[in-house]
């Protein structure tokens, strides 16, 4: 779906891109990034990979790996965010929603990101060789807290044994925890992806 968009622009020839609540601080940190967003449970999960690299995929079969399991999974986009620094306390009209639809509570002092989907492209994945279609109501949300950057890359560029630091980005100031995943390799990403949430204190 990358092809409606540009990365570089908040704006398509018949309106915003993203339409970002109005109460929410124009001067907060953001940026637009190719990566699908999904939620698993308490954990927003953010897959960030080139065109091609198995984005759509991956988070489909997460998805259905976590209705396996009974757990609560939402979509949040299929391809781009924008993605947005904001104090974790902050009260909003949006921020309700996220509690309520994504089963996650803002917590802890500082900031938190939020991942908004393109509202051209809300509720919908592309199915590569079927087209663009729709993940049916209920089974996505336009935004939600992110806790996870899962880098889709060439194999030979993964570290075995990665350091603390590794284990770590920082995305608009924000430090996220991070992993690096296969790309094309679906089975290889989801194992380790979950097994990477089971260690977290608030594990699936």
């Known amino acids: 779906m990358s092809l409606y968009f540009d990365r570089h622009s908040e704006r398509t020839s018949d309106g915003p891109l993203f339409d970002l609540p109005?109460?929410?601080?124009?001067?907060?940190?953001?940026?637009?990034?190719?990566?699908?967003?999904?939620?698993?449970?308490?954990?927003g999960i953010l897959l960030n990979g080139e065109s091609g690299s198995g984005k759509s995929l991956l988070q489909r079969s997460l998805r259905r790996e976590a209705q396996a399991l009974s757990?609560?999974?939402?979509?949040?986009?299929?391809?781009?965010?924008?993605?947005?620094?904001?104090?974790s306390k902050v009260k909003g009209t949006w921020a309700p929603s996220v509690?309520?639809?994504?089963?996650?509570?803002?917590?802890?002092?500082?900031?938190?990101?939020l991942?908004?989907?393109p509202k051209a492209t809300r509720g919908l994945q592309e199915v590569r060789g079927l087209g663009v279609i729709s993940v049916g109501s209920g089974h996505f949300v336009d935004h939600a807290p992110?806790?996870?950057?899962?880098?889709?890359?060439?194999?030979?560029d993964i570290e075995r044994m990665p350091s603390r630091e590794q284990r770590t980005r920082t995305c608009l100031d924000?430090?996220?925890?991070?992993?690096?995943?296969?790309?094309h390799s679906v089975i290889e990403a989801m194992d380790l992806i979950f097994a990477l949430l089971?260690?977290?204190?608030e594990p699936l």
Not at 25 to 34: A, G, L, N, S, V
Request: proline fraction near 9%; hydrophobic fraction near 40%.
């Open 146 to 156: 992110m806790h996870l950057l899962v880098d889709l890359c060439d194999p030979d």
């Open 71 to 87: 757990l609560n999974s939402v979509l949040v986009s299929d391809d781009y965010v924008q993605l947005v620094r904001v104090p």
């Open 115 to 117: 991942a908004f989907g």
């Open 22 to 43: 109005r109460d929410l601080d124009p001067d907060c940190p953001r940026q637009i990034m190719h990566a699908a967003a999904l939620v698993i449970g308490p954990h």
């Open 99 to 113: 509690a309520a639809e994504a089963g996650q509570e803002a917590s802890g002092e500082g900031y938190q990101l």
């Open 198 to 201: 089971s260690t977290w204190k």
């Open 174 to 183: 924000q430090p996220i925890a991070h992993l690096s995943v296969p790309r």
